[in-house]
């Protein structure tokens, strides 16, 4: 792709209308690299990459791939649960951190933990009993301080305020809901059964525990407009105590339930893309009159209690160990991913091996790749990264590019040497779209090169590498299934 194919139209207006003409390019959502994967057992790696940034932050990630339904928007859906699934999993999880503990050893609380997140699927669907024994012994066997931020994601009908309670006492403290929508009428048609009281009463009890409390919201629903969104969010900034809210836009899957739904005509006409754009501008200034701080492109917070610790890591270059059957995460630039499929998963671990998938980086951070995570680093600071920090082969076609997209109201001033540049709300809306033309105006390819003079080359070289994007829908919401998006 050429930089200027990327400039946005005289005129256009920057919220709806910047980068219509994108919408059909390929994505560009990551540098390729070189990788490969490796076989060998987590004891024989995983010690040496846990310890390798031992001063980098460092998250744990807990996936619970079980749900009580589908929910017709979701791609995600993975295991249904049953009346046994909870004590039956969190056994799992257990002897999985046994497991850990035999690998790591001391290794395990030599580095402070940043952030716990439990997301899924439905966490919130454990019993309350066998989500705080997984948590008390995550505590017990990790440096987890009262400044670790501690999530538990789940759904209005399955978070009651004992579990909040017992959860609170074994350390959690942020607590983030999938809503969707707080209005009746659409939540009843996309299968959500709580009403408006039920609701409110669930973020009332929670908000009682004194947790951080998250809801997050979609936008471009089937027969959502303007009205009931800002009447969401009037509710939700009025009527709760909120700290924070994230908005994630609709994507309509092809084949998917709701694509089908929508299809036959059951669920009303979700909004295209220049509607979605005028429902996130709406919503931003909405929030921002009830006193929201736009925090990251679809985060905002109420208050200085919300920090979204992990969310923040995810989106950086920071270590994630995953911890259940298809989690992931990553350690020392090495792409983890647990077993997918539960059986397998439950075999392994019973077994006594923990079945991660794995590829390795064959090569150190190459230029490409660094600007793609500070991309993703600066856009959670809600920015483009300074032009000293892209690649010396866009130096000669950043500027000029920066200054289009300032002209056009993307950015409040364009990125010089080292100063980064704020986006605009537009910006935000646009940011992935912006990300992915700016890597595809990069080579495509960074060539595979030998393991030899990486940190962790020796012997068999370096466990696994990036999973293929089809293994990484339930990771940790750098990519895939964002944290907090669930029903
Ligand atoms: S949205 Fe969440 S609860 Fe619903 S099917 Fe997907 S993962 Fe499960």
Redesign the pocket.
Known sequence: MKPENCYVPAGADPLTEAFAFAESMPKHGRAARGARPLDKPFAEWGPRLFTHRSCKPLALYVHVPF?RH??LF?P??QNRSSEEFSEYYADLLMRHLDLVEQALGQGAGCRPVDAVYFG???PSDLAAPDLARVLRRLKSLFEITPETEITIEG?VRDFTVEKAQAWREAGANRFSL?LQSADEELRRRLGRLAGREEILKVLNGLADTDAVLIVDLMFGLPGQDRDLLLEDLRFLAEETRIDGLDLYELIQFPNSPLAKAVEGGRLGVPADRAGRAQLFGAAAEALAGYGFEHFTPQHWRRGTRERSVYNRLAKSNADILPIGSSAGGNLSRVSIMMERDIDAYAAAIEAGNIPARCLAPTGPMGSQERFKSNLSEFAEYLKLPPVDLWPEEAQAWAKPLLDNWCEAGLIKHAASGQEAAPLTMAGSYWIKTMHSLLLGCLAPVETASPMAGHPHAGGGGHPGGMPPDGMRPAMHGASGHPPGH??
Do not use: K
């Open positions: 749900c589908r929910c979701c995600f859906y899924g699927g439905t759904r999938g669930h029903g």
